[in-house]
């Protein structure tokens, strides 16, 4: 049953619509809607708020301003977790960023809430704001994203640098990304008493309740949230967001329940997406390519007064050969949104400086940039000394420069052609962190001899439900139909959630030992082992977090990739089509190939739209995003996507946890823009180091190379 390519058990209902996510729930009365206004300057002030009109305009229950804005527990920025701080709206006349929450307009429709919140009069004093990522030099933040170090140094590189024998030294920079996860985050908040019921978009139940409760000034118990059913998040669902507390305050105000969903717009306004980043990568190596140094310094966008970081530069300590070494993470405080994670948080962004940077030296010294990765593959972490656990880096590059038939590659850059194409390969390494966050599972056999699977890990459309139902079918040997798998709702056994592609591993190793211990228990009793278990019977697994879990200092953990790209530029208009992709991963034991493949393939399609589409562009002036909607922020869409390859490698990383699981679910986006943006060279004999690379800053470079 593990491993098994099974079709989700939440198919049909996803289908048919019986699936009901966080709007369209009835669990109460019907909700009041509100509706969030933004604050329309960068930076500045609020004069003056004159509600009166909107008030007074039909179906109105609520105007909520920093004026009448009940009082809230205050962010602590000390509190290491972030997703469990409490985010309080409206908490004064300062405005901090574009489209801040400056109000919210309940009313009995939405359409009555959009009207009246047309008639508010919002007078701001507008301050000059720095929106842009430019120069500076930034700070040294407190730790990278997942608390990495900010900065590593192992031998002497600057020392080396200077004195190597071959070096490259390149700048790159990629742009803001937005989650744009397809079910907008979205609420529905009702109070009982004092006890909170909520149905949230959300990824977290744990880290949500906890940042609500401290947001709200109430107990941790008096949060009832239910997210059974989630439109994706992509990273933007961790954190709490300002419709969840809206609809919660407006709720607990009217005594009503209140819905409150952001406007495809306002997802790029309340909720951070993925900062740009400049950096600079430096190689230094032999004449033969044996690299001898390695440094990767990144400078990111960051907001004032709150801190987050991708660890763009932590997966380079574990990528490649070299003695000397230094990686670098700063971050520039611009007057933006929170930044905040979005899939693949910093290996996305890293690898497609790193990994270009790897095909330059490849071009710089003659050698093949399959060789190159291959001649540089290690077993120990080079910075910490550990073993790398699963490393099968060169099982992925080999098998799939085999599969993509890489030897038949023309190794010098502009020389494929196909009519007015310029053809290119191009290929990258992927490497993805494996997390492990503490998790627990509760399994009880129902009246009828069913089996009942219990967790408040999140399905945000990865295929949770489905994993849990094959590892308990599978450790209990039931079968699959008589599994039911309940999720995502406060008083379950807390799981890890749905973030970091660590879901899957945390979940299903307290499920099998939920189930262990349920088999053991009914042997125990004396139940035959014939798959029947005594109703009434229940038991409980878990699994510890990382801190605990002394595999994690013994090994550095990851998951690896290799992505190959073929692309078509047109020689005119500089239009890049990518006409193939292939991409090999080892990612543990899969649990279901069916499951693994869509987050593998997804991944592989973020690689796309990083290398020729996703930026979101900040208006210099007044600091907002021109491009918020899916209008003009561009993704990659079917017509962009050819039929993309996806091998997953016969694997089990023993070193990892007990089933041998590690994470898919980020590993495929890590390295596939780099394979598409080295495949572009390899097309035009043009490297643009600005992603994403558009038709235009392909055209601006290669005019600048036809004029040197
Ligand atoms: Mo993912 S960006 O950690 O949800």
């Not at 397809?182 to 309740?209: F, K």
């Not at 208009?573 to 543990?588: I, P, Q, S």
């Not at 922020?633 to 962009?640: G, I, S």
């Not at 495929?668 to 495949?679: F, H, I, L, R, W």
Request: aromatic residues 6%.
């Amino acid at each position: 049953m593990i491993g098994s390519p099974t079709e989700r058990i939440d198919g049909p209902l996803k289908v048919s619509g019986a699936a009901r996510y966080t709007l369209d729930r009835r669990d109460t009365a019907p909700p009041l809607s509100g509706v969030i206004v933004g604050a329309a300057i960068g930076r500045g002030c609020i004069d003056r708020i004159d509600v009166a009109a909107a008030q007074a305009a039909p179906g109105v229950a609520l105007v909520l301003t920093h004026l009448n804005a009940p009082p809230q527990g205050r962010l602590d920025t000390s509190l290491p977790a972030q997703f469990s701080r409490a985010r309080p709206v409206f908490g004064g006349a300062r405005i901090d960023h574009a489209g801040q929450a400056v109000a919210l307009v309940v009313a009995a429709t939405l359409q009555q809430a959009q009207a009246a919140a047309a008639l508010l009069v919002i007078d701001c004093r507008q301050e000059p704001g720095e929106f842009v990522l430019d120069e500076q030099d930034g700070y040294a933040p407190e730790h990278a994203n997942a608390g990495f170090e900010t900065d590593t140094a192992v031998g002497d590189f600057e020392g080396h640098f200077a004195e190597a024998q071959v070096r490259i030294e390149r700048a790159y920079r990629t742009s803001f990304q937005a989650a744009h996860a397809l079910e907008p985050h979205a609420c529905q908040a009702h109070w009982q008493g004092d006890q909170l019921h909520l149905w949230s978009s959300l990824q977290s139940i744990r880290d949500t309740t906890a940042a609500l409760a401290a947001t709200l000034c109430i107990p941790l118990d008096a949060v009832h949230l239910d997210a059974a059913f989630v439109g994706g998040g992509f990273g933007s669902k961790l954190n709490l967001h300002a419709e969840t507390v809206c609809a919660a305050l407006a709720a607990r105000m009217l005594g009503r329940p209140v819905r409150v969903s952001l406007a495809r717009r306002q997802m790029t306004a309340l909720v951070g997406g993925r900062p740009e980043t400049r950096q600079r990568v430096r190689l230094a190596a032999t004449p033969g390519g044996q690299l001898t140094g390695i440094a990767h310094e990144v400078w990111m966008q960051g907001s004032r007064g709150e801190e987050f970081v991708e660890q763009s530069a932590s997966v380079t300590r574990a990528l490649y050969a070299g003695a000397h070494r230094m990686t670098r993470h700063r971050v520039v405080a611009l007057d933006r949104p929170l930044a905040e994670p979005v899939r693949a948080p910093g290996e996305l962004p890293g690898l497609l400086a790193v990994e270009t940077a790897m095909d330059e030296l490849a071009c710089e010294l003659g050698i093949d940039p399959l060789l190159l990765r291959l001649q540089n593959d290690v077993a120990v972490d080079p910075e910490r000394g550990v073993p790398l656990s699963g490393r099968r880096l060169a099982d992925c590059l080999r098998t799939g420069a085999q599969l993509f038939g890489w030897s038949r590659r023309p190794p010098l850059a502009g020389t494929l052609r196909e009519g007015r194409w310029h053809i290119g390969w191009g290929m990258a390494s992927s490497i993805r962190i494996h997390f492990q966050s503490d998790a627990h599972a509760l399994v009880r056999v129902t009246g009828d001899g069913g089996i009942e699977v219990l967790s408040d890990m999140t399905d945000i459309g990865t295929g949770t439900y489905t994993i849990v139902a094959q590892v308990a079918a599978d450790t209990l040997g039931v079968p699959l139909e008589r599994v039911a798998v309940r999720l995502a709702r406060s008083g379950l056994p807390a799981g890890g959630g749905s973030g970091g592609s660590w879901g899957a591993a945390n979940t299903s190793v307290a499920v099998r030992r939920a189930c262990e211990a349920l088999r053991d228990k009914a042997r125990a009793a004396g139940a035959s082992a014939d798959g029947r278990y005594p109703p009434g019977l229940a038991a409980e697994g878990s699994i510890v977090g990382q801190a605990d879990d002394p595999r994690y200092e013994k090994f550095s953990q990851h998951a690896y990739g290799a992505t190959f790209a073929e692309v078509a530029v047109d020689a005119d208009t500089f239009e890049v089509r990518v006409r193939r992709m292939l991409g090999v991963f080892a990612a543990g034991r899969i649990l279901n190939p069916l499951t693994a493949r869509s987050q593998l393939q997804g991944g592989m399609m973020w690689g796309i739209g990083s290398a020729l589409y996703e930026a979101g562009h900040i208006d210099p002036r007044f600091g907002h995003m021109v491009n918020g909607d899916l209008g003009e922020y561009l993704v990659p869409t079917h017509a962009d996507v050819p039929a993309i390859e996806v091998h997953m490698l016969d694997d089990a990383d023993g070193a990892a946890n007990d089933m041998g699981i590690k994470g898919v679910g980020e590993l495929g986006a890590c390295g596939s823009g780099a394979a598409v943006t080295n495949a572009i060279h390899h097309a035009t004999g043009i490297r643009v180091r600005e992603f994403p690379i558009t038709p235009t800053r392909l055209l601006l470079a290669a005019q600048s190379h036809d004029r040197t």
